[in-house]
């Protein structure tokens, strides 16, 4: 048997531009980031929004895409997704995304379609203190 070479992530695409959205296979489960391509800046992309999948018909990576690109799809050019593998539970891809949104929480331009400006859970476990 194979080893894979990650444990959470089966597979992932990035930086592909929003007409690819109908080239995901449905009911993929993960995590996938919106971007916004700025071209001038040697060709760099923003993170616009992380956002979570879990697999249902409606609730599939395409299946959100297609969601926020009716939404907001002007904040948006481009993204990047992220599959899991299937014995990743859903309470791990929320931590993950949690984490990740806990990151760029401050981030101005990030902040445009991030309503959960902290992951919770992760201020809970919060210390600063590095010497205990």
């Known amino acids: ?3 894979s070479e990650l ?4 597979r992932c695409a990035e930086f592909l531009p ?3 959205i109908k080239n995901i296979p449905p009911y993929r489960r993960g995590i996938y980031a919106l971007l916004r391509h700025r071209p001038k800046k040697a060709d760099m992309f923003d993170v ?4 979570i999948a879990a697999g249902t018909k409606t609730a599939s990576i395409r299946g959100r895409l297609r969601t ?3 939404r907001k799809g002007d904040l948006w050019t481009h993204f990047s997704i992220y599959e899991v ?12 995304e949690g984490i990740f949104r806990h990151i760029y929480r401050l981030d101005s ?6 309503k959960q400006r ?3 859970k992760l201020k809970k476990i919060q210390d600063n203190n590095l010497e205990n």
Do not use: C, S, T
């Open 1 to 3: 048997m194979p080893i």
């Open 7 to 10: 444990r959470l992530i089966k």
């Open 18 to 20: 929003r007409r690819e």
């Open 48 to 51: 616009v929004y992380i956002g």
């Open 68 to 70: 926020h690109e009716r």
């Open 85 to 96: 593998w299937d014995n990743i539970r859903e309470e791990e891809i929320r931590e993950l």
């Open 109 to 114: 331009r990030a902040n445009r379609l991030n």
């Open 118 to 120: 902290a992951f919770k």
